[in-house]
């Protein structure tokens, strides 16, 4: 009994300790477990204030805090300033930001990662579906007007009998998904208001039809296909809180606009756009880039744009391999764009790949400027050993490597077989070598056969020296991923690589 008491008295002293910032808690390594104890079911965001996604979460995330809050709900929202709380940050793994994961049931150990959108309902969703039950129950009309009305999207099943198979199949479905609301009736009252006159499954929105009726046998995968499929509108603005929406998704082919939203015509392309979208749902994802936004400039750069190219489209596929295309007309009609996917859907398409103009005195300098255009002719010159670092010009880790860069050409300026060289991967593309991070460095021995070796040594003077003088052996490897996967951290630094780059010296694409 005084074991129970203590624990209840633990629980209401560490609420009333604990400070809240905007319904959201703010913990510390002072304060972390008794924030567990008090708070079973909590959600943690490991943050660092210059971070630009996690400006760009904190309103969603406290709107999430708030909800939850005011319907008297049991799990709560949380926050450590990882730059403060290094040694937290460092217990749970924390490499980028923001970093946002469940403690379930007051545990320490392995917290689940956060998987879902960014935006207050993905959150809200996500975490009830870990908390409660994956399929609620609607009885009342109210209470199925209230789940469509407070949701951006949410999937309801019509069935008589909750035992049936395509009830299970639903249930089955909706244990896999976890940023979108599920729910089930039997109501003969809810059938009548919403004109549904045999068992099926429909789909909520806000946005274009309103809502998507299933079609077909019931399965958990086929409805899983079925939701994914219209669950986005067909055309989606890229932001801040819609891109692990973008990109977290199963589609991975992506047409992009970019235009300016302030633009007299904008509403004309987007007609256009949104038309030839209908006919490729499932298959491609129509995304708008307002190309006016300083944030997206980026985004520009990586296709080879500036703000005067725009209007203009474009076409990526996020596979094993990042690849683009771009349409043949700058035209921006339903009926260019559909012709333009249709030959893309068909495999009739052939990349794009950038280059900028060869530079007149690209050679007269120790290190050598490569380009898309004189790539092959150089690097696979089968009597040169040539050393490429592929960089971007904005790249922290890239400028510190520069000075050394150039030393390494100096010292072999005269060489008869070897060639130092660098080149813009943001302005230029190469089929045989896809950079993920910079600087990437590479070496393309003096051969016949187009071997590629990556150099994984020390970045200095005499690390690189060494690796040139072994042909490629001492700190080089053959040619595979780069060091670094694109999602594994969240937020780089634009200017200097030292807050936000990572740990192995790259800054990510």
């Given amino acids: 009994?005084?074991?129970?008491?203590?624990?209840?008295?633990?629980?209401?002293?560490?609420?009333?300790?604990?400070?809240?910032?905007?319904?959201?808690?703010?913990l510390k390594k002072s304060n972390f477990d008794e924030a567990l104890l008090a708070h079973p079911n909590l959600l943690v965001e490991f943050y660092a204030p210059w971070c630009g996604h996690c400006k760009a979460l904190a309103p969603e995330y406290a709107k999430a805090?708030?909800?939850?809050?005011?319907?008297?709900?049991?799990?709560?929202?949380?926050?450590?300033?990882?730059?403060?709380?290094?040694?937290?940050?460092?217990?749970?793994?924390?490499?980028?930001?923001?970093t946002i994961k469940f403690f379930k049931g007051g545990e320490k150990e392995s917290p689940k990662e956060y998987s879902a959108g960014r935006q207050a309902d993905d959150i809200v969703n996500w975490l009830k579906k870990r908390t409660g039950p994956a399929v609620a129950t609607l009885t009342e009309f109210t209470a199925a007007e209230s789940l469509i009305a407070d949701n951006e999207v949410a999937v309801i099943g019509f069935f008589k009998d909750a035992e049936s198979a395509d009830a299970k199949a639903l249930e089955k479905a909706a244990e896999a998904m976890d940023d979108v609301p599920f729910a089930m009736t039997s109501s003969d009252e809810i059938y009548s208001k919403f004109e549904v006159s045999k068992d099926g499954v429909i789909l909520f929105k806000k946005f274009d039809e309103g809502r998507n009726s299933f079609d077909g046998e019931l399965t958990k995968e086929k409805l899983l296909a079925f939701v994914k499929a219209n669950q986005l509108p067909l055309v989606i603005e890229f932001t801040e809180q819609t891109a692990p929406k973008i990109f977290g998704g199963d589609i991975k082919s992506h047409i992009l606009m970019f235009l300016p939203k302030a633009a007299s015509d904008f509403q004309d392309k987007m007609d256009h756009?949104?038309?030839?979208?209908?006919?490729?749902?499932?298959?491609?994802?129509?995304?708008?880039?307002?190309?006016?936004?300083?944030?997206?400039?980026?985004?520009?750069?990586?296709?080879?744009?500036?703000?005067?190219?725009c209007p203009a489209i474009r076409l990526i596929?996020?596979?094993?391999?990042?690849?683009?295309?771009?349409?043949?007309?700058?035209?921006?009609?339903?009926?260019?764009?559909?012709?333009?996917?249709?030959?893309?859907?068909?495999?009739?398409?052939?990349?794009?790949?950038?280059?900028q103009d060869i530079p007149e005195d690209w050679d007269k300098t120790p290190v050598k400027v490569l380009v898309g255009k004189n790539f092959e002719e150089v690097a696979f010159n089968p009597t040169k050993n040539v050393f490429v670092e592929f960089y971007a010009p904005w790249c922290g880790h890239c400028k510190q490597l520069a000075p050394i860069w150039e030393q390494l050409g100096e010292k072999y300026k005269d060489s008869s077989d070897i060639i130092v060289a660098k080149m813009d991967s943001t302005a230029n593309e190469i089929e045989e070598v896809k950079v993920h991070s910079f600087p990437t460095?590479?070496?393309?021995?003096?051969?016949?056969?187009?071997?590629?070796?990556?150099?994984?040594?020390?970045?200095t003077l005499e690390g690189f020296t060494k690796f040139l003088e072994s042909g490629g052996k001492d700190g080089g490897a053959p040619a595979g991923d780069d060091d670094i996967d694109t999602d594994e951290l969240e937020d780089v630094d634009d200017s200097d690589g030292?807050?936000?780059?990572?740990?192995?010296?790259?800054?990510?694409l």
């Fill in 317 to 355: 596929t996020l596979e094993d391999e990042m690849t683009k295309y771009k349409p043949e007309s700058s035209d921006i009609t339903a009926k260019s764009i559909i012709e333009f996917c249709t030959l893309f859907v068909e495999g009739k398409l052939k990349a794009h790949l950038m280059s």
């Fill in 1 to 26: 009994m005084f074991k129970f008491w203590l624990l209840c008295t633990l629980a209401v002293a560490s609420r009333a300790d604990i400070a809240e910032e905007e319904d959201v808690l703010v």
């Fill in 498 to 508: 030292e807050d936000g780059g990572d740990d192995d010296g790259h800054d990510e």
């Fill in 441 to 459: 460095l590479k070496f393309f021995p003096a051969a016949e056969g187009r071997e590629v070796i990556d150099y994984n040594g020390e970045r």
């Fill in 273 to 309: 756009f949104k038309k030839a979208a209908e006919g490729f749902k499932g298959q491609i994802l129509f995304i708008f880039i307002d190309s006016d936004i300083d944030d997206n400039q980026r985004i520009l750069e990586f296709f080879g744009l500036k703000k005067e190219d």
């Fill in 65 to 98: 805090a708030g909800l939850l809050k005011a319907e008297g709900s049991e799990i709560r929202l949380g926050k450590v300033d990882a730059t403060e709380e290094s040694e937290l940050a460092q217990e749970y793994g924390v490499r980028g930001y923001p």
